[in-house]
């Protein structure tokens, strides 16, 4: 070790037994802070670029910053006697010093210096944050800020609802986030070109701003989604007072491009509770604009509602796995023949018993299925089980028997799967013939789009099977499509048929609809049979056949089979 190493522990105190010359070597203003006993700090020496920061700031003078700083209880006074009790405590401290846009920001730090004559002595730097923390804020503010509109952004509005819950207002009872959908905004958007849909974002939050009371706060939470936060008087009252203004403020038609469209939006509305998450806030708002589209009007968030939709989520898992897993089942409820009492065929219906929840009824999962698109895949199992146990009671019996069966299609298989190739596939597989499968589908596959639905009932046709409308009477759809498309039977809605022991309307109606498939060519079938009568006035009115739990409810395909048997023996006697 060399002399000079060895000294230098020993020089340093030494050298800071001064400090001035030292602390004009530093390239930071810095200064020597010592306090006797239990008075207050004192400034002994300092630099250069201390007494510039000193100059520049609201004490304007070392005596100044001694009597504002260093004496009495003040932060920095406060901060100094705290860490020279203990040199062991935070030494950084960042402080601001002035208000407004003059404000400048500093941030101290204390490194203890050797003890001298009973005196604790620390090294104070102080650095300059100033240029630091406005370009902080200035990336802040961009970050929180919507760049075409100019307002606050998704991030910016979870702020705005903290803020809001903090606040403590009298004159205020609370307060709600309000969600607004801009409605056909992509239409326009792809139609007219990015720089019209720009501007249409722009005039619309124009208008939302026009529709604001004082105390109430606007931003764009998405690409035509803004949220407001409301402050209620009122409670609910107020947040639909609110609602109302916005759609007013929509009324008149917008001017893009020469034209003048018009442009409606969906409001949902969440009132907000005691500590409750801005996040779940918001998605409760924007659960209620999913609401608001289907109703047409404002709609406020009901908790009931949400757990329904949780549930149908729910439901989606749990369907997704019955069908990798094969837990759902296939019943089948007999048709009759009005005139013989024999079982002509039968219709293939979806049960699933869930190990947990029990039975779910199709009224439930076949909706989720639509919905999540797993009908697909439910229809082609379906068509394909319904199928194989058609023949497998042939192979049973060991004879072709004079049965057919009956498999529903939703619009959304017409719509998104090849139904022919399906079809087709299914007779070829299992060796069914086309004129015993039924093919059942609703008026609104045919309405959605009725050239697709033309197609897909003529490729039907080829494959010699019999295509029937179901639930007839109760969609939309118009009688030229009977005239046009290949239906063989018409399937007339329970709604009708349950009420015709009661209600002259119905038995009218359904008088109508036998006589129009006999003027088409068509066959009938009635559903929700329940009653000896029922049956009777609808044979006497010339239905060919029919079902519903009079009969029998949907049975096992053991159980089917059996009924089957026990029919033929009935209508044989």
């Known amino acids: 070790m060399s002399a000079r190493s060895r000294t230098a522990p020993i020089a340093a105190p030494l050298l800071w037994a001064d400090g001035s010359a030292l602390l004009d070597a530093l390239p930071i203003a810095a200064a020597i802070v010592e306090q006797d006993g239990c008075g207050s700090p004192r400034i002994t020496a300092y630099n250069e670029r201390f007494a510039e920061a000193v100059a520049l700031s609201t004490a304007g003078t070392l005596e100044a910053v001694t009597e504002q700083c260093l004496d009495g209880e003040g932060i920095i006074a406060t901060h100094l006697a705290a860490w020279f009790l203990d040199v062991g405590a935070k030494a950084d401290l960042d402080f601001r010093d002035g208000d407004g846009l003059s404000?400048?920001?500093?941030?101290?730090?204390?490194?203890?210096?050797?003890?001298?004559?009973?005196?604790?002595?620390?090294?104070?730097?102080?650095?300059?944050?100033?240029?630091?923390?406005?370009?902080?804020?200035?990336?802040?503010?961009?970050?929180?800020?919507?760049?075409?509109?100019?307002?606050?952004?998704?991030?910016?509005?979870?702020?705005?609802?903290?803020?809001?819950?903090?606040?403590?207002?009298?004159a205020f009872t609370g307060h709600a986030v309000l969600v607004v959908d801009m409605l056909r905004f992509s239409?326009?958007?792809?139609?007219?070109?990015?720089?019209?849909?720009?501007?249409?974002?722009?005039?619309?939050?124009?208008?939302?701003?026009?529709?604001?009371?004082?105390?109430d706060t606007l931003a764009r939470t998405g690409g035509n989604e803004f949220g407001i936060v409301v402050a209620l008087r009122r409670g609910t009252g107020d947040a639909l007072k609110a609602a109302s203004r916005i759609q007013e403020a929509m009324n008149a038609p917008f001017r893009l491009s020469e034209l003048e469209i018009k442009v409606e939006c969906a409001i949902g509305l969440a009132m907000m509770q005691s500590g409750q998450d801005p996040e779940e806030l918001f998605r409760n708002a924007q659960f209620a604009v999913k609401q608001a589209k289907a109703s047409g009007k404002p709609e406020v968030y009901k908790p009931k509602e949400a757990s329904l939709a949780r549930r149908r989520f729910s439901i989606e898992t749990e369907l997704r796995r019955a069908l990798d897993r094969d837990l759902l089942e296939l019943f089948y409820q007999p048709l009759i023949d009005l005139r013989t009492g024999e079982v002509s065929g039968f219709e293939a219906l979806a049960r699933w018993h869930h190990e947990d929840r029990g039975e779910i009824s199709p009224t439930e999962?076949?909706?989720?299925?639509?919905?999540?698109?797993?009908?697909?895949?439910?229809?082609?199992?379906?068509?394909?089980?319904?199928?194989?146990?058609?023949?497998?009671?042939?192979?049973?019996?060991?004879?072709?028997?004079?049965?057919?069966?009956?498999?529903?299609?939703?619009?959304?298989?017409?719509?998104?799967?090849?139904i022919a190739s399906m079809v087709e596939g299914t007779l070829r597989t299992t060796g069914l013939t086309g004129d015993r499968l039924t093919l059942e589908l609703t008026e609104s596959a045919i309405v959605q789009d009725p050239r697709r639905a033309t197609r897909v009932f003529d490729a039907l046709k080829a494959l010699d099977t019999t295509v029937a409308m179901d639930d007839f009477g109760t969609g939309y759809s118009s009688l030229a499509y009977l005239q046009r498309l290949p239906?063989?039977?018409?399937?007339?809605?329970?709604?009708?048929?349950?009420?015709?022991?009661?209600?002259?309307?119905?038995?009218?109606?359904?008088?109508?609809?036998?006589?129009?498939?006999?003027?088409?060519?068509?066959?009938?079938?009635?559903?929700?049979?329940?009653?000896?009568?029922?049956?009777?006035?609808l044979a006497t009115l010339g239905c060919a056949s029919g079902q519903g739990y009079f009969f029998a409810k949907p049975l096992e395909a053991g159980e089917a089979l059996t009924h089957w048997k026990s029919r033929l023996r009935t209508a044989a006697r």
């Open 103 to 170: 404000a400048r920001f500093y941030r101290f730090k204390l490194a203890p210096l050797p003890s001298q004559r009973n005196s604790r002595r620390a090294l104070l730097s102080v650095v300059d944050r100033t240029a630091e923390v406005q370009a902080e804020r200035t990336l802040r503010a961009e970050m929180l800020r919507d760049s075409l509109t100019g307002l606050p952004n998704r991030l910016a509005f979870t702020e705005m609802v903290e803020a809001a819950a903090r606040k403590e207002d009298p």
């Open 187 to 215: 239409r326009i958007n792809e139609s007219m070109g990015s720089l019209a849909g720009d501007e249409l974002l722009i005039t619309f939050a124009r208008r939302l701003i026009s529709a604001l009371r004082a105390g």
């Open 365 to 418: 999962f076949i909706p989720v299925a639509e919905e999540s698109g797993l009908i697909l895949h439910l229809g082609r199992w379906a068509m394909n089980r319904a199928a194989t146990t058609l023949v497998g009671w042939d192979r049973e019996l060991g004879k072709r028997l004079p049965i057919s069966v009956g498999v529903n299609l939703s619009a959304i298989q017409v719509a998104r799967d090849d």
């Open 487 to 537: 239906i063989d039977v018409l399937k007339i809605d329970r709604s009708f048929v349950t009420g015709m022991m009661v209600d002259p309307d119905s038995v009218a109606i359904v008088r109508a609809v036998l006589g129009l498939a006999d003027a088409l060519g068509m066959t009938t079938t009635a559903e929700g049979i329940e009653s000896r009568e029922l049956a009777t006035t």
